[in-house]
């Protein structure tokens, strides 16, 4: 944790932190998957998400206002890519290969909810920030779980009081506990549709305005003291 403050840009540590404090959460993922229709579909299918969200053609050639044209348009806006997180949770693993059956259709469910993190920031209107990224864990906590994402959550929001921003990512939680459940959600059938469209089905309003906190925004190293380099936060 203290490696993720002092560099908020490496990834890998969030997933070692993760790893690190899992308690049989994906499991429990699993096992709600198996009990509806839509999770049994797709843990029988198993489509590959990464595999859509990496054609940026296709992505481009979705209708305007699309949830995959609004996905290609963050990945632009954020400079990353559909691969980022796949290096950073290879590189953040302590795990060995699996070796049966049950582990490898776990090891799909964590790749697939992986893999969804950035189409979850689409459809939550969260940036890419810190600030951004903080209020999509708290989101993700409610809808899994997960405590070493509620860990990293919950330092952010600890580290927000300084800037009033602790409603931001307390609002994460709750629109996360108000929504209809991601993990089930077959996304390759919803990204040509209309994000609006799809935010109604999910259950998910547009999120309060809010001013994006980019790493650049804080002297380097300084994140537990959020010192800011430049502007305030807007109210």
Same mark, same amino acid.
Request: proline content about 4%.
């Given at each position: 944790? &203290?490696?993720? #403050?002092?560099?908020?840009?490496d990834t890998r540590h969030v997933f070692t932190?993760?790893?690190? *404090? =899992?308690? @049989?959460?994906?499991? @429990?993922?699993?096992?709600?998957?198996?009990? =509806?229709?839509?999770?049994?579909? %797709?843990?029988?299918e198993r489509p590959d998400l990464l595999a859509s969200l990496r054609d940026r053609d296709a992505l481009a050639a979705m209708p305007e206002g699309s949830l995959g044209r609004a996905y290609l348009e963050f990945l632009r806006a954020e400079g990353i890519t559909a691969d980022g997180l796949?290096?950073?949770? %290879?590189?953040g693993s302590t795990d060995v290969a699996p070796m049966n059956a049950d582990e490898l259709e776990l090891l799909y469910v964590g790749d697939r909810l992986r893999d969804a993190h950035? *189409? &979850?920031?689409?459809?939550? +209107?969260?940036? +890419?920030? /810190?600030?951004?990224?903080? =209020? #999509? *864990?708290?989101? =993700?906590?409610? !809808?899994?779980?997960?405590?070493g994402v509620?860990?990293?959550?919950?330092? +952010? &929001? /600890?580290?927000?009081?300084?800037i009033d921003a602790r409603d931001l990512i307390a609002g994460g939680y709750h629109?996360?506990?108000?929504?209809?459940? #991601?993990?089930? !959600?077959?996304?390759?059938?919803?990204?040509?549709?209309?994000l609006s469209e799809v935010r109604?089905?999910?259950r998910i309003a547009p999120p309060p305005p809010y001013e994006p906190l980019r790493t650049r925004d804080i002297a380097p190293g300084s994140l537990a003291r959020w010192e800011r380099t430049e502007r305030p936060l807007a109210a």
């Open positions: 944790m &203290w490696r993720l #403050l002092r560099d908020p840009d932190i993760i790893e690190a *404090l =899992s308690f @049989r959460e994906l499991e @429990r993922t699993r096992d709600r998957m198996r009990a =509806s229709a839509d999770g049994r579909r %797709i843990l029988r796949v290096a950073a949770s %290879i590189e950035d *189409l &979850w920031h689409v459809v939550t +209107g969260y940036h +890419g920030d /810190l600030l951004g990224e903080a =209020s #999509l *864990l708290a989101f =993700s906590f409610a !809808q899994t779980g997960t405590p509620g860990f990293i959550a919950a330092i +952010g &929001w /600890l580290k927000a009081a300084a629109r996360g506990r108000t929504a209809a459940w #991601l993990p089930d !959600q077959h996304w390759e059938t919803m990204l040509a549709r209309p109604a089905r999910l």
